[in-house]
């Protein structure tokens, strides 16, 4: 259970080292859905807002904008987010502010990567509880699942409609652009314009023409309630 919830999270890390943030990837990247980098707070933050991971995990001492200022920006944007911080010393001036400001976790490198894996675990069960989103019409949709439902009643969706209501909502309030869900959905299998609007046509028909928007020619997007 756990592996499958950890294969759904998307990280962020955040660190200005190349050689570490690539070898930190290479440690853990097999254990989740995806692992991106940042080599800056600022960096940091834009991915956030591109990429919206579901946690982060990030140096203290960084050019440009450090950790923890990044921290607090990315808080203001969204204060439920995982946070955890990397230092390579132990400042107690730095980790009371940390704590402050409401990081998940404080690691000293070095630091074992199995132990860091093991603690994201426990996160993964938390966020799983806020995996069910409500939809228009009544319906709900379970990112641990990826399950429909309509009126507490599972809808019949395949593998890859299931795939692209999450993916959308993993974007939520946001353009998934067209050729961002060919990539997704359909691998490296080309996939015409027309075949990605017949796939939307018959999900609609199984759901509601107006849960998914479109935006003419560009994408699609979703918005919970």
């Avoid at 998940?104 to 994201?120: A, C, M, N, Q, V």
């Avoid at 075949?195 to 998914?212: G, P, Q």
Wanted: aromatic share 8%; with cysteine.
């Amino acid at each position: 259970m756990i592996t499958k919830l950890l294969h759904r999270l998307k990280i962020l890390i955040v660190e200005d080292e190349e050689k570490l943030s690539k070898l930190l990837k290479e440690a853990i990247s097999d254990s989740f859905y995806s692992v991106s980098l940042a080599k800056d707070g600022i960096d940091g933050y834009n991915k956030f807002k591109t990429i919206k991971p579901d946690i982060i995990i990030t140096d203290i001492n960084m050019p440009f904008c450090d950790g923890l200022d990044m921290t607090i920006k990315i808080k203001e944007y969204n204060e439920d987010i995982p946070i955890i911080i990397l230092s390579a010393f132990s400042d107690k001036d730095k980790l009371l502010k940390a704590i402050d400001i409401g990081i998940s976790k404080y690691y000293i490198k070095p630091f074992d990567p199995d132990e860091l894996i093991s603690y994201i675990s426990t996160l993964a069960s938390k966020l799983n509880k806020k995996q069910i989103i409500n939809l228009k019409h009544e319906y709900t949709f379970n990112n641990n699942s990826l399950s429909l439902y309509k009126n507490n009643v599972l809808v019949n969706l395949t593998k890859r409609e299931k795939e692209f209501l999450y993916l959308l909502l993993q974007n939520q309030f946001e353009l998934v652009t067209n050729e961002e869900i060919k990539r997704v959905l359909w691998l490296n299998e080309e996939v015409s314009s027309e075949r990605l609007r017949t796939f939307i046509k018959r999900l609609r028909e199984k759901t509601s023409k107006d849960l998914i928007q479109n935006v003419s020619a560009q994408g699609y997007l979703i918005s919970p309630l």
